[in-house]
């Protein structure tokens, strides 16, 4: 019979396929059940095939669909050929790879053999590391009560520290007191220096440089054609040799070459600025110098210089 000639073949090649791979089609499984079925019952119709005609009429239509059954399986088992082909490739790639991973294990086995014998050694330092971190630890506990100690010592110096803040505090108010004292003493002085000047300088320009005061000397300001102004210390007319001259001065406690040169920079420059085409004579007054060059650099710059002591003797001469 037919059926049971294709029924077997399929059972060779579902047996072959089970060998090769574990999936299975359920399909053909059920096929391999229907067609067992099928030819069990043609068995018995053709026992009763006289008897019972229609119903061989019947299987001779379902035994048509049943070989269209088989045809879709046999284009299933052919595609399943396809697939076992490409399976197959797969496999030899797949031993391939394994040959790669096989020889990849064995270098990573002489590795991890090496490995093993470094950390042996390892193993070794560890233990020397472990004795001498035990032995740390003690160091660190006997530092750890120093420290503490230490603390201990340092709140302490914070709250000095605390007392001496508050007492520089208290001293930086009382020097800004005495700051502010001097520099009011200083003014005084200055005023007082001034005062003097305007009284001693006369005679002693006219003795000294020929220069006779005409108007009284005063602390005046001079402005310019933009209204800056600036301050003069010691300001007043004279004549020198018949010609009319504006006397500038400033008096400073200290007279230095640095307070020489700020003194023509600041004052001598302007003033001749506003009163251009007028003879200036400068004159600075102090209570006393830098050291002894100042004088004379003074007398280079064209800068009389006269001291608070001068005062006192010119005010004592008849």
């Known amino acids: 019979m037919v059926q049971a000639e294709v029924a077997r073949q399929l059972e060779t090649l579902i047996r072959e396929l089970r060998a090769d791979y574990h999936r299975i089609d359920e399909r053909l499984a059920r096929l391999v059940q229907v067609t067992e079925q099928h030819s069990e019952q043609i068995a018995r119709l053709v026992q009763v095939t006289e008897q019972h005609s229609v119903q061989i009429a019947e299987l001779r239509a379902t035994t048509e669909r049943h070989s269209e059954q088989i045809a879709e399986n046999t284009r299933a088992i052919e595609r399943l050929v396809q697939v076992t082909e490409q399976h197959s490739v797969q496999i030899a790639e797949l031993r391939a790879t394994t040959e790669r991973h096989s020889e990849q294990i064995a270098e990573n086995t002489r590795a991890i053999a090496e490995l093993r014998a470094v950390v042996e050694k390892h193993s070794e330092q560890i233990a020397e590391n472990t004795r001498a971190i035990a032995e740390l630890r003690a160091v660190v506990e006997k530092h750890s009560e120093q420290i503490a100690e230490n603390t201990r010592a340092i709140e302490r110096l914070e ?89 500038v001065g400033e008096c400073k406690t200290q007279l230095s070459k640095q307070e020489i040169d700020r003194f023509l920079r600041r004052k001598i420059k302007p003033v001749q600025r506003i009163f251009s085409g007028r003879s200036v004579f400068p004159v600075m007054v102090g209570h006393a110098v830098t050291s002894k060059q100042v004088q004379r650099y003074a007398q280079e710059r064209g800068v009389a210089v006269y001291l608070s002591y001068q005062f006192r003797r010119s005010s004592r001469q008849p």
């Open 159 to 247: 709250r000095v520290v605390e007392d001496l803040v508050k007492a520089e505090q208290r001293l930086t108010r009382r020097t800004d007191d005495i700051a502010r004292q001097l520099g009011g003493m200083a003014m005084d002085l200055g005023y007082l220096l001034e005062n003097d000047a305007y009284e001693s300088l006369p005679p002693l320009l006219e003795r000294d440089y020929g220069v006779r005061v005409l108007t009284p000397l005063t602390r005046d300001f001079v402005e310019d054609d933009k209204g800056n102004e600036y301050e003069v210390n010691i300001f007043g007319e004279g004549e020198r040799d018949g010609e009319r001259v504006l006397i």
